[in-house]
């Protein structure tokens, strides 16, 4: 069989991860063994680095008070979140606010919730895939303990008015959560001037390690733990600290946070020069593009199914996605695509491109071309 | 008919093609897909997402069951050990609606379906094969211990050289212009062939056990499955008479989509010598029995008829296969004076075949009374190991 070249363009599901984190982690691997809670040397030299990435990681938030909690990645940070937030604040209400394109991680915790008697108001975006922050103002109700919207939506990219939002939340005593996953080290995200009680984040989105997220919680904000056993990370997150993975996380921030503005610009003109090509053929954006990060651009392609689409493209060197795989490994309209009013027989011809650092400047012509040519003989 | 077919190897495919393997997750699949890579094709793994197993009920281990989770990744690592692509597909709806709701309405009505065949002809060879078409792939191959053998301009499908595990009798149904697009890579293996070839790739699905008959009915209890899926008929249709051939009472059954021709178990008439299900009365809701010497038929009518190779005369002989474990048995096939149907492509959601115009059948006359010839199974005509075409049993 030919080798075909084959373009990655899938950062918003992971990234590769960097080399020099890599080497970070084999680092700490080899040399920093130790268990961080015990008492010896060699364990004590582990806790420092644990500290030290502790702090590096509330530095690129500006959460200086702030408890940085590592988990094992985005989907915990979220369930710890709800949940944890949810039944931590309980006495003074069982109301939660979340927007209708929460990443499942967030969406299903607050339905496992309704379940013990807490009650979801889950608010409609606008056509661009934006809450707007009125409709936040509208719902709340006296019982609202939490209102959790997501920062930068991982199917469509749109950049949510966190900021107004947690004004709102805060102005009514109300807790603010927001799901950062997609959002961390790509916009800025400032924990102090926002004005967040909680915020996710991820390792693999930003070229670290697998298996590595971190809640960031503001001091003396009630929450229970998901997890019981041990006495590590202030008996939020019990358990073993996954020392390698967490040094890795952090230094994969620090290296995102040095290049921020320099690959935010590249990923822009790169965007510009995709979407130019494929709107030759017909292709739309799904959402406006000044209200998107410029990583993910969501693209309708009417007329043509995104399963066969992307299977075409995958054959032919592209890897992009489209809706949510289920388990299986099959391909379903998107409820993220299908919440902006877009009906079925267009919504199922969305097709996700992320670009990021495996995206080279130069090969972006390529790729446009490569789809060009795949949706235009489908 | 006279004419020895000579078995040729399948059509001229150019090695550049692009293929795409059924693979269900079991060792077959996986081997057929190996073998050609091996070849040089390139090769695409599709898995049919058939039906949610949290739906179709019965407790059991699934492990060994098609178009479970664990059968759709069995197939997605033997594709990429094998350095292919896999896709899966979700037909949970177009199954639903074209197999498991036909297996019901078949049941209800005194028959016995073969979910099998009507899913390679509904599903395998035509949904699959018309999404695969989509991504340009030319052929589709499958696991299926079967060959493809041409004979004058016409495509036909012929037993595997492997008779144990022969099956050629669920390919009837199959067009010529499925025929052409179709490869069998196991076509001349045996099992244990294969399953070395499995074994020395050390493919992940190497010792994946046979898996059952029917998929959707994991725990092979299709009672329960009618009595969880067809609830409100089960309990119209109630409980029945048995009777004997002469109309003598004997007894009292549960509902006759519970029983199949040629059943002795279950029936709860104790005799000396035990009885068999003969016939199902569905409009009374009887069930006749019959003692083992009574059991025979001599004569079956077939419709729904799928020619391979068209028969150039009204009456022919030729083997014929009336369930999946039968050993094929000498026949006289007699063409029905009208039309006769052609293979071709089957597009149309086809009638019961006794609502189907009755000129279109054949009469089969058996060389020696064959038992339990059951309405609702496939009958397959052969000769000389070549499937000249095939119908469905109605009377």
Known sequence: MKSKQRFY???????????????????????????????????????????????????????????????????????LAILGLARGNRENGNH?????????????????????????????????????PESVKNAIRKNTILISVMAVNNELGTIQPIEEIAKIANGNGILFHTDAV?????????????????????????????????????????????????????????????????????????LMFAHFEFENARLKKIENKFVAKL?????????????????????????????????????????????SACSSGAIKVSPVVQALGIPDEIAQSAVRFSFGRATKSEDISEIAEIVTEQAIIL | MKSVVKIQPSPFIPRHSRVAVAMSGGVDSSVAAKILVGQGYEVIGVTMKLWNYDEVGGNVDLSNSCCSLDSINGARMVC?????????????????????????????????PNPCIRCNTYLKWHTLLDKITEIDVDFIATGHYAQIVEKDENFAIARAKYREKDQSYALWELSQ??????????????????????????????????????????????????????LDEMAKIGDGKILDE???????????????????????????????????????????????????????????????????????????KIRYRHEAVECNVQMNEGKRRKAKGKKEEIASPLARNDRNFVTVRFAEPQIAVAPGQSSVFYKNDVVLGGGIIFD
């Open chain 1, 9 to 79: 363009c899938d950062h918003a599901a992971t990234t590769p991860i960097d080399e020099i984190v890599l080497s970070e982690i084999a680092r700490i691997s080899r040399g920093r063994f130790a268990n961080p809670s015990s008492t010896h040397q060699s364990g004590q030299a582990a806790k420092s680095e644990l500290e030290k990435s502790r702090r590096k990681m509330a530095k690129f938030c500006n959460a200086p008070n702030a408890n940085v909690i590592f988990t094992s990645g985005g989907t915990e940070s979220d369930n």
């Open chain 1, 96 to 132: 939660i606010i979340i927007s209708n394109i929460e990443h499942p991680a967030v969406a299903e915790s607050c339905k496992y919730l309704e379940n013990d008697g807490f009650e979801i108001s889950v608010l409609p975006v606008d056509k661009n895939g934006i809450l707007p």
């Open chain 1, 182 to 254: 997609q959002a961390f080290g790509k916009i800025p995200i400032d924990f102090e001037k926002i004005g967040f009680d909680a915020l996710s984040i991820s390792s693999h989105k930003i070229y670290g390690p697998k298996g590595v997220g971190a809640l960031v919680l503001k001091k003396n904000v009630k929450i229970q733990p998901l997890v019981f056993g041990g006495k590590q990370e202030n008996l939020i997150r019990t358990g073993t600290e996954n020392l390698p993975g967490i040094v890795g996380f952090a230094k994969a921030a620090e």
């Open chain 1, 279 to 323: 709107s030759e053929i017909g292709a739309q954006r799904t959402v406006p593009t000044e209200c998107a990060y410029p990583g993910i651009i969501n693209l309708l392609f009417p007329g043509i199914s995104a399963e066969i689409l992307l299977q075409k493209l995958d054959l032919a060197g592209v890897e992009a996605s489209g809706g």
């Open chain 2, 80 to 112: 990429t050990e094998l350095g292919i692509p896999h896709f899966v597909y979700d037909f949970s709806s177009e199954f639903q609606k074209i197999v498991i709701e036909n297996f019901k309405t078949e049941y209800l009505a005194g028959r016995t």
């Open chain 2, 177 to 230: 212009e499925n025929l052409k697009r179709t490869l069998f890579p196991l076509g001349k293996l045996t099992k244990p062939e294969v399953r070395n070839i499995a074994k020395e790739a050390n493919l992940e699905t190497a010792d994946e056990p046979e898996s059952q008959e029917i998929c959707f009915i994991p725990d092979n209890d299709y009672h329960r499955f009618l009595n969880e899926n067809a």
């Open chain 2, 246 to 320: 002469a109309g003598n009472e004997l007894g009292t059954h549960k509902g006759f989509p519970f029983y199949t021709v040629g059943q002795r178990r279950g029936l709860g008439i104790y005799d000396a010598t035990p009885f068999y299900v003969k016939k199902i009365d569905a409009t009374k809701n009887e069930i006749i029995v019959a003692k083992k010497e009574a059991m025979t038929f001599v004569e079956m009518k077939v419709g729904q008829l799928n020619w391979m190779i068209p028969p150039k005369i009204e009456e022919f002989s030729a083997k014929v």
